[in-house]
């Protein structure tokens, strides 16, 4: 299996602004781009919820920064934002576009709360809490001063009014060491769980079949296995009931009895109806008895057989023989 690549802030965003706007986002890019982002939404696994609302606001803020800069320079935009926001929001916006061009020292823990970042470095040497200090956000520095121990706040605020120049390479080693240590703190499950895949997904089904047809062939060149189990989630049994009672009729026919009691044994009331009304009256009374004969079953043997049904109909689909109404998408009689 191909080696899985680092999202980039733009997958992080389009999960962020959720599914509907991400969708309308990508009907915009090229398809080239479109896919590698999708690739990159499908492979994301971890992230902090403070680094989501993070990546919103550095958006907004870097365009309009950006807006500011192009009228009259980094002068212009300072005065402006100023006047607009304060000195200090002013100076965090501008600190996130400088950001968005050039990579500053300890640039991941200015995603991350200021309390983690004090749990990562409340036992370091004092010159190095004042070092890093020094690279953080106001808000966050604030936080992580006020959780030292009095003596140590005192040495950490003189050593942060005499720090001058320190060594690129010493710099980097000691992010690297920060960079490891969050690392085995994510492992432990310090971090909010997200599955790429879903929001995908999500995003996936609020788009046309061209469009989707095109992401996951691209994905099926890059990473096969990834790319099927897209598809399996594409279309749930839940989602039965979004169909038209012509394509429920059609799916009907291709379908084994058998098959359709496992797979209702653990459905809604609302998919149960949504079959039994397009079934006929005997059709009907041999499937309930069906499954009122069968018993009890695992889950397994339900998940198998519905993912069978689910099959049938991702097939008949393609065949264009039923359709699946999906966002911005209208049907014409």
Same mark, same amino acid.
């Given at each position: 299996?191909?080696?899985?690549?680092?999202?980039?802030?733009?997958?992080?965003?389009?999960?962020?602004?959720?599914?509907?706007?991400?969708?309308?986002?990508?009907?915009?890019?090229?398809?080239?781009?479109?896919?590698?982002?999708?690739?990159?939404?499908?492979?994301?696994?971890?992230?902090?919820?403070?680094?989501?609302?993070?990546?919103?606001?550095?958006?907004?803020?870097?365009?309009?920064?950006?807006?500011?800069?192009?009228?009259?320079? !980094?002068?212009?935009?300072?005065?402006?934002?100023?006047?607009?926001?304060?000195?200090?929001?002013?100076?965090?916006?501008?600190?996130?576009?400088?950001?968005?061009?050039?990579?500053?020292?300890?640039?991941?823990?200015?995603?991350?709360?200021?309390? @983690?970042?004090?749990?990562?470095?409340?036992?370091?040497?004092? @010159?190095?809490?004042?070092?890093?200090?020094?690279?953080?956000?106001?808000?966050?520095?604030?936080?992580?001063?006020?959780?030292?121990?009095?003596?140590?706040?005192?040495?950490?605020?003189?050593?942060?009014?005499?720090?001058?120049?320190?060594?690129?390479?010493? !710099?980097?080693?000691?992010?690297?060491?920060?960079?490891?240590?969050?690392?085995?703190?994510?492992?432990?499950?310090?971090?909010? +769980?997200?599955?790429?895949?879903?929001?995908?997904?999500?995003?996936?089904?609020?788009?046309?079949?061209?469009?989707?047809?095109?992401?996951?062939?691209?994905?099926?060149?890059? #990473?096969?296995?990834?790319?099927?189990?897209?598809?399996?989630?594409?279309?749930?049994?839940?989602?039965?009931?979004?169909?038209?009672?012509?394509? !429920?009729? +059609?799916?009907?026919?291709?379908? #084994?009895?058998?098959?359709?009691?496992?797979?209702?044994?653990?459905?809604?009331?609302?998919?149960?109806?949504?079959?039994?009304?397009?079934?006929?009256?005997?059709?009907?009374?041999?499937?309930?008895?069906?499954?009122?004969?069968?018993?009890?079953?695992?889950?397994?043997?339900?998940?198998?057989?519905?993912?069978?049904?689910?099959?049938?109909?991702?097939?008949?689909?393609?065949?264009?023989?039923?359709?699946?109404?999906?966002?911005?998408?209208?049907?014409?009689?």
């Amino acid at each position: 299996m191909p080696e899985k690549r680092k999202p980039t802030k733009a997958a992080l965003l389009l999960v962020a602004v959720g599914k509907d706007l991400a969708a309308r986002i990508l009907r915009h890019m090229k398809e080239d781009e479109a896919e590698k982002l999708a690739l990159e939404i499908a492979t994301l696994r971890d992230l902090d919820e403070k680094t989501k609302a993070n990546i919103l606001e550095e958006f907004i803020s870097v365009i309009k920064a950006k807006e500011f800069l192009g009228k009259g320079g !980094i002068e212009y935009a300072k005065d402006v934002l100023e006047k607009a926001y304060g000195p200090q929001k002013a100076k965090e916006i501008l600190e996130r576009l400088l950001a968005a061009v050039q990579v500053m020292p300890f640039e991941f823990l200015r995603k991350l709360d200021g309390q @983690q970042i004090a749990n990562l470095i409340q036992n370091e040497h004092p @010159q190095t809490i004042a070092l890093v200090m020094n690279y953080l956000k106001a808000d966050q520095a604030a936080i992580v001063f006020t959780s030292l121990p009095p003596n140590l706040q005192a040495e950490v605020a003189f050593r942060m009014a005499v720090l001058e120049r320190t060594s690129p390479d010493i !710099i980097q080693a000691i992010e690297e060491q920060f960079r490891q240590r969050f690392a085995t703190l994510a492992t432990r499950g310090d971090v909010t +769980r997200i599955n790429g895949i879903e929001a995908l997904v999500k995003i996936l089904n609020s788009l046309d079949q061209q469009t989707q047809s095109n992401v996951l062939n691209y994905m099926d060149s890059q #990473d096969p296995e990834l790319a099927e189990e897209v598809r399996k989630r594409m279309f749930t049994f839940d989602d039965i009931i979004l169909l038209d009672d012509k394509s !429920i009729q +059609r799916i009907l026919r291709e379908v #084994d009895t058998k098959d359709l009691a496992l797979a209702l044994k653990a459905a809604s009331e609302q998919v149960k109806e949504k079959v039994f009304k397009n079934m006929s009256q005997r059709a009907r009374e041999m499937l309930q008895e069906e499954m009122e004969f069968m018993g009890p079953v695992r889950l397994r043997q339900v998940e198998e057989a519905q993912a069978k049904i689910i099959t049938i109909i991702r097939r008949l689909e393609e065949a264009g023989e039923i359709i699946i109404l999906r966002g911005g998408e209208e049907i014409v009689t």
